[in-house]
């Protein structure tokens, strides 16, 4: 046997990742379910293919690898998954390795993880990103399961993981679950993102009438400066792109309704699951089913109409202004996505490490950014914090993009323009930082209707209201 790990699936993201290895100078065997597809791609692995075992049997496949063997699952996440070690698990001998790098619910991974514990195999759960160019050429791979499998795995997955200054962005997180649970909060940050970006693009275009090229420029222009992100740099990217069809903006020829394959829904469920509010993150995934009823939408705008526009102040004002919104938002986004994590890390006894899952999203997935090498920063200053924005970095910048973010939000808000993330950042600030809030009355109201008692001020102990007395 020849290879020295094998990755089942050869869809978009095996199939890169299995180039990504062999030209790293790993000899990978190769098997897909569909087996045109193991004969395709070995026949277009060019330069790599004598690093390449293309195997037609999942008995070849495992037969290629040498023993202990990592064995890489990159199928369609869900029953796939099942099946897969279901049919690899006769197979295999002690002290192999299962690696599943899709985007399992890490629930699954858990339940996989356990289901496997005394069978001598071993199961690792890990999270990829950075779509189809990372898995080619350096993707985030964020790990989860025993941490002496990572010890073994560690030497290929930090050779094919992107590299932030040198730094290889793959790391062991926790045990069992850890990986795919870090990989879902990602996504879900990734939708709070994407949202947020979209939300300031509907200001430009539908509040000050511009087009697409015009609004490509403004975020080619914020790509130097705080903002400095993949997603920024792809969203100019796309906005300046025609469609030779109609010599339109393609974007204004793409219908308005929005996919979701689950990671966004898992990080707000999850999240609510621990009682950590992460209204971004719930912002962006309700949007996205929102964006999905267009039918319902177009109804609705011609039974219930859109307010009556508003002045607007000067554009460049209003631009600047969302420059600062979409930063004060991010920060939102990332502080409920870390608060998240770590209220899921006290749950499952994972640990994870703060400033390293920062520091792996430097680079390589689809959230990397500027911003988050200060993140990693703050953590590192201070890992125990409870909330980035208690941070001395993050405060500051808090307070300096608040102004901005109220205006934002205040004038989409008369003007019926949707920012429903950035309105739950500005929501989630106001509530945070309000020593003073209005919970008494709704203790007052639990008292009144169901007796569930409150605590006083000025008493010890649990107290009840003289409801229904004469008082
Ligand atoms: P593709 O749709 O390109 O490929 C799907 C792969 O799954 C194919 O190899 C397919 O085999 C295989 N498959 C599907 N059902 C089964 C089954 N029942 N048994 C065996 N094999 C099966 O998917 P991607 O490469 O995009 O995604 C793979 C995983 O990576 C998913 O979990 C996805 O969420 C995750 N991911 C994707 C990213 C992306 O940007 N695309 C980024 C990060 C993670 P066949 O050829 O026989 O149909």
Redesign the pocket.
Known sequence: AAAEIGVI??????ANLALNIADNGYHVAVY???SA?TAEFAANAGALADRVTACATLEEFVSAIRPPRPVII????G??VD??IEALKPLLQDRDIIIDA??ANFRDTMRRFTALEGTGLTFIGMG??G??EGARHGPSIMVGGAEAAWKRVEPVLTAISAKYEGEACAAWLGENGAGHFVKTIHNGIEYADMQMIAEVYGVMRDHLGMDAPTIAAVFSAWSTGPLDSYLIDITAEVLKVHDAATGKAIVDVIVDAAGQ?GTGRWSAIESQMMGVPATAIEAAVAARSLSAMRAERARAESLLGLPARQDRRNSQEVIDDLEKALLAGKIAAYAQGFAVMAAASREFGWNLPMPTIARIWRAGCIIRSRFLGEIATAFGADPDVSNLALTPAFSAMIKDTDASLRRIVAEAALNGLPVPALSSALGYFDTYRRARGTANLIQAQRDFFGAHGFERFDAEGEQHGPWGGTS
């Open positions: 699936g050869l869809g978009v993201m095996g897909n379910r569909t597809r990159m199928v369609k996440a029953e796939p099946q897969q899709g985007n990829v990103s779509g189809e394959k």
